[in-house]
C-alpha cells in the first residue's frame, strides 16, 4: 500500500479513532440502557427503544441537520460552549463523535439487550445467595453470559461507524485530519474526478468490512455458539 | 429461630404466610401441593424477591420490615435451586470457586482447600474439571448443593432439589442431604410435594394451603394425623426411627432400639446407616393375642391410643410401641367391632411389609 498518500493514512486513521472511540463510548453508555430496557418492565422501555433505534430509519442527514443546529454558534450546546469561551462542536471532531455515538446506538443497544433478556433469571438469583453483589453479579456473571451478544454489539458498532457519511457530511464537512474520514475522502475524491484515489480507498473500505464480517461469523459460530447451550 | 410473617402479591397469586416461627435447627419441609406457594415463601425469606413485605428475623437479625429488605447476598443462605442454577460458562470446580471465593476472610489456599474437602462430601471429585453442561442431573445437583455449602451458610434453602431427577438419583441425594444435615448441623428449609421426601427428612413439617402456612408441626406429630395431608396417596404412615444391624445367622437384620426391634430382610446394599423406616398403615395388621403359626416376621407388643374413623368403612388405629414409638394400623371397621377394641388396650401389632428409608 505504498501508494497510499499521506492525506489517505490520515483519514483512514481518522475514521479509525473515530470508530474506535465511538464503539468505546457506546460500549459504556449502552450497556446500562441495554440492562434497563432488557430488564426493568418500565413503562418507559418501549418510548425510549424506540427513540434510541430512530436512527435506523432516519436518513441521515435529518439527525445531522438537527445535531448542527445543536452543536453548532447558535445551538443549546454550542451556544453555551461559546459563551463559556470554548469553540462550538460544528465541524470539529469532537462532533462527529456525538455524531457517530447517537447514530450507532441502536447497533451497540440491541444486541446487547437480547443477550441481556436471553440471561436466565435464576442465575442471577443464584450468585445473589452466593454473596455477589448488583455489581458482582453483572461484572461476573451478565458479561461473560453475554460474551457473544456484546462482540456482536462490538463488531456492528465499530463497522457502522466505519461505513458512516450523512451525519459526518452534515456535520463535519470535510477537514482533513478532523472531520475528513474515509468515506468523505472518496466523496472529495468522486467529485473531483480522481477515480483511481477514490478506487484505492473504496476497495481498502470494502475488503475491510468483509473481513470484519467474515471474521465475526467465523467466531461466533465456531467458538462462541458451543456455550450457549444449556 | 427463623420467624416472621412474609406477604408478597405476584399477580393473581397472594402469598400471606400469617405468623410464623421455626427453630433455627434440623431441616423443616415446606409441603403443600404444587401452587400453593411454597416456592414464593422460600424465596421471600431468602430474600430473592423484592416485592416481599412484611417482616423477618433469623437468629435475632432483621430480615424483612416493611418494604425494606437485606439482600440475599448479605443473608448468609444457600439456596439450591430445583434446576441446580449452576453457572453454565464455568466448569464444576469453577462453580464452586465463585461460591468459595466470595467468603469474608477467606484465603485463596484456604478456599482451595475448601473446595477439594467440599467436592468430596458431595461425591463430585472426579468432575470436577467438566463444564457443568455435560453433568447429570443428580451430578449438577450435587455442585450445586456443594456450591451453597462452600459459601458457608447459616441457613439452607432447597427449593424441590429432587423433582426433575430420576428414582435412583433421588434417593442418593435424599441420603446424602440427610447426611449433611446431620453432619454440618446447618439448619435447613426443604420445600417438596412428595410425602416420602417428607418422611424421609423432615424434623418438621410446615404444611401450606393457598398461599399461607396451615400448620407447623414436628414430623412425628404430623404424622399421628389420620388426616393428615401427607396421607393424601398412600393412606396413613408412620415413620419408626432406630438403628440397623448386621445382618445375623439367618441373613436377618434388625431395626429398632433397646425397646423395640424389628427383623428386616434386607439386600446387600441396603444403606446400613439408615435411620428410618417406612411402614403403610394399610400393612399393618392387629390381634388382641399373640398369634401363633403365622409367617409374618414383625409382631409388636402395642398399647392402642387412639381410632379414628376415616369413612369407607375404615379404621385407622393408633399404637404406641414399646419404646414410645407411634405405628398406625387401618383396619376395617367390622373388625375393630369384632374385636372390641378400646384405647389403652394391649394389643400385637403385625407389621407385613416396611420400606427402609436411604
Known amino acids: ?230 | 429461630m427463623l420467624e416472621g410473617d412474609l406477604t408478597l402479591r405476584q399477580g393473581q397469586f397472594e402469598l400471606r404466610s400469617g405468623p410464623f416461627a421455626l427453630p433455627a435447627q434440623g431441616i423443616s419441609v415446606l409441603f403443600g401441593k404444587s401452587g400453593c406457594g411454597k416456592s414464593t415463601l422460600l424465596r421471600a425469606i431468602a430474600g430473592l424477591d423484592q416485592a416481599a413485605r412484611g417482616s423477618l428475623h433469623f437468629k435475632g437479625e432483621r430480615w424483612q420490615d416493611g418494604r425494606w429488605r437485606l439482600p440475599a447476598s448479605q443473608r448468609d443462605i444457600g439456596f439450591v435451586f430445583q434446576d441446580a442454577a449452576l453457572f453454565p460458562h464455568l466448569t464444576a470446580r469453577g462453580n464452586l470457586a465463585f461460591a468459595a471465593r466470595r467468603v469474608p476472610g477467606i484465603s485463596p489456599s484456604d478456599a482451595l482447600n475448601k473446595i477439594a474437602v467440599c467436592a468430596d462430601r458431595v461425591g463430585v471429585n472426579a468432575l470436577l474439571d467438566q463444564p457443568v453442561t455435560t453433568l447429570s442431573g443428580g451430578q449438577r445437583q450435587r455442585v450445586a448443593i456443594g456450591r451453597a455449602l462452600l459459601a458457608q451458610p447459616r441457613l439452607l434453602c432447597l427449593d424441590e432439589p429432587l423433582s426433575a431427577l430420576d428414582w435412583q438419583a433421588k434417593a442418593e441425594l435424599l441420603a446424602l442431604i440427610d447426611r449433611l444435615a446431620r453432619e454440618t448441623g446447618l439448619p435447613m428449609l426443604f420445600i417438596t410435594h412428595a410425602p416420602q421426601e417428607v418422611e424421609r427428612l423432615a424434623d418438621r413439617v410446615v404444611f401450606m394451603v393457598d398461599g399461607h402456612i396451615a400448620r407447623i408441626e414436628p414430623l412425628q406429630e404430623a404424622l399421628a394425623r389420620p388426616d393428615s395431608p401427607l396421607f393424601a396417596e398412600e393412606g396413613p404412615v408412620s415413620v419408626l426411627h432406630g438403628q440397623l444391624s448386621a445382618a445375623d445367622a439367618d441373613g436377618l437384620r434388625h431395626f429398632g432400639n433397646v425397646q423395640l426391634r424389628l427383623h428386616l430382610s434386607l439386600p446387600n446394599d441396603a444403606n446400613p446407616s439408615a435411620t428410618r423406616l417406612r411402614v403403610l398403615a394399610r400393612d399393618v395388621s392387629l390381634a388382641t393375642v399373640q398369634p401363633q403359626g403365622l409367617s409374618i416376621l414383625n409382631q409388636l407388643p402395642a398399647t392402642i391410643v387412639a381410632m379414628h374413623d376415616r369413612g369407607r368403612e375404615r379404621v385407622t388405629v393408633i399404637c404406641q410401641l414399646a419404646d414410645g414409638q407411634q405405628l398406625l394400623a387401618e383396619i376395617t371397621r367390622y373388625s375393630c367391632n369384632a374385636l372390641a377394641l378400646y384405647n389403652g388396650q394391649c394389643v400385637f401389632a403385625l407389621v407385613k411389609s416396611v420400606a427402609l428409608m436411604g
Open chain 1, 1 to 230: 500500500m505504498t501508494s497510499l498518500t499521506p492525506s489517505e493514512w490520515q483519514a483512514i486513521w481518522l475514521t479509525a479513532k473515530l470508530a474506535g472511540l465511538t464503539t468505546v463510548i457506546l460500549l459504556i453508555l449502552c450497556a446500562p440502557l441495554a440492562w434497563w430496557l432488557a430488564r426493568s418492565g418500565s413503562r418507559l422501555a418501549n418510548p425510549v427503544a424506540a427513540l434510541v433505534s430512530l436512527p435506523l430509519v432516519l436518513p441521515p442527514t435529518v439527525i445531522g441537520f438537527y445535531l448542527l443546529i445543536v452543536l453548532g454558534p447558535q445551538g443549546a450546546v454550542g451556544g453555551t460552549l461559546e459563551a463559556l469561551g470554548l469553540h462550538h462542536l460544528a465541524f470539529s471532531f469532537w462532533g462527529i463523535l456525538i455524531g457517530s455515538v447517537i447514530y450507532s446506538m441502536p447497533f451497540t443497544v440491541q444486541p446487547l439487550r437480547e443477550a441481556f433478556a436471553a440471561i436466565d433469571l435464576r442465575l442471577l438469583d443464584a450468585a445473589a445467595t452466593l454473596r455477589a453483589g448488583a455489581l458482582d453479579r453483572f461484572f461476573n456473571l451478565v458479561l461473560p453470559l453475554s460474551r457473544s451478544g456484546i462482540l456482536t454489539a462490538v463488531v456492528i458498532t465499530f463497522a457502522h461507524t466505519v461505513g458512516e457519511f450523512g451525519v459526518i457530511a452534515m456535520l463535519g464537512g470535510s477537514l482533513p485530519g478532523e472531520t475528513r474520514v474515509v468515506s468523505i475522502a472518496i466523496y472529495d475524491y468522486t467529485q473531483a474526478l480522481d477515480y483511481g484515489a477514490a478506487h484505492r480507498l473504496s476497495f481498502i473500505l470494502l475488503g475491510f468490512s468483509f473481513l470484519t464480517l467474515l471474521a465475526f461469523y467465523s467466531i461466533n459460530r465456531r467458538v462462541l455458539r458451543p456455550l450457549q447451550l444449556r
